[in-house]
């Protein structure tokens, strides 16, 4: 009987390997293109650092890593600009203490984000893409398998006042003030 508990609990764990194989988007030469993203999201769990390698350098506001890191690209639009949010917790996906960098095809680091809370969302905005080139982002998660999971995409090209370039007119709120909380410095890049 014993022999037959650990006979299942190898078939189950060969399965869950199997779900989780290599991702194909392990590293940064077979990057998924994720274009078709912009102005949208994908579904809850739709990528994941289950068993990937790391490759390419620490970005610089990584703790630590590359360790589980995977590999998007995008081509830039008109606008020059680029939001996107690697989405986790309830049923978004199960990453644990991610981490998410934006670099241009020379792999030259444009923003960096590390985590915040075990499944906080992750934000990162840029101005001054240029139209028609390759821009990559890589996403990992806190070294150790435990951390390792699924994780949600979102990619906008719209102009925010994350950028100054987005900035928001108050002439409206002068002498007066906004609404509570209208505005909220969470998630913003540093510019």
């Known amino acids: 009987m014993k022999i037959i508990k650990h006979l299942i609990i190898l078939v189950l764990l060969a399965n869950v390997a199997t779900l989780f194989a290599q991702p194909a988007n392990d590293n940064q030469a077979s990057a998924t293109d994720i274009s078709n993203l912009i102005n949208s999201c994908s579904t809850d769990n739709a990528y994941y650092t289950l068993g990937a390698a790391a490759d390419k350098t620490k970005p610089s506001c990584w703790p630590n890593g590359p360790s589980y890191n995977v590999w998007f690209k995008f081509t830039a639009t008109s606008t020059k600009f680029i939001s996107f949010s690697v989405k986790t917790g309830g049923n978004e996906g199960s990453i644990q203490h991610p981490f998410t960098a934006l670099f241009d095809a020379s792999l030259t680091q ?82």
């Open 110 to 191: 444009l923003q960096c984000v590390s985590y915040y809370t075990q499944y906080g969302d992750l934000f990162i905005s840029y101005y001054g893409l240029t139209q028609g080139q390759t821009y990559y982002i890589s996403v990992d998660n806190h070294s150790g398998a435990m951390y390792q999971g699924t994780f949600k995409l979102c990619l906008s090209d719209k102009i925010d006042y994350d950028s100054y370039v987005g900035a928001i007119n108050v002439n409206s709120i002068m002498n007066n003030c906004s609404l509570d909380t209208a505005y909220t410095t969470f998630g913003a890049s540093g510019d």
